[in-house]
């Protein structure tokens, strides 16, 4: 058997602090998530800690809405989320990605909403 740590992370990606889990019944969920060639997704945040691990394709791109701070990622490589932040995805190359994303939210809390 090999384990190997991918992240262990107290802040998201942008170095906010995690404050705490929603409260209530616990909830995990883990989407797959396939991002088209040249697509870039709409500006969203989460409530809920969640952290992305891109499975294949090329590279990912996230971006921060109210400062344009950037972040890439390649297949292999993990992303702990902002939380209440408005940012967005983006794969601009012409194989497209596959991520999975693990959220730690709760009972009737959705996984993401549209930024303000």
């Not at 998530?33 to 990912?60: D, K, Q």
């Not at 791109?61 to 993990?78: F, I, M």
């Amino acid at each position: 058997m090999k384990s190997e740590k991918l992240l262990e992370s107290e802040q998201s990606w942008d170095g906010t602090v995690y404050k705490s889990y929603p409260e209530g019944t616990p909830q995990l969920s883990v989407l797959k998530i396939t991002i088209s060639p040249f697509t870039r997704l709409a500006w969203h945040e989460h409530p809920a800690p969640n952290v992305g691990y891109v499975l294949e394709g090329g590279v990912l791109t996230v971006e921060k809405k109210s400062t344009g701070e950037k972040r890439t990622l390649k297949a292999g490589e993990v992303l702990p989320e902002t939380v209440d932040i408005a940012h967005r995805g983006g794969y601009t190359g012409k194989e497209g990605a596959t991520i999975l994303v693990f959220y730690a939210g709760k009972k009737g809390l959705p996984l993401s909403r549209p930024a303000q």
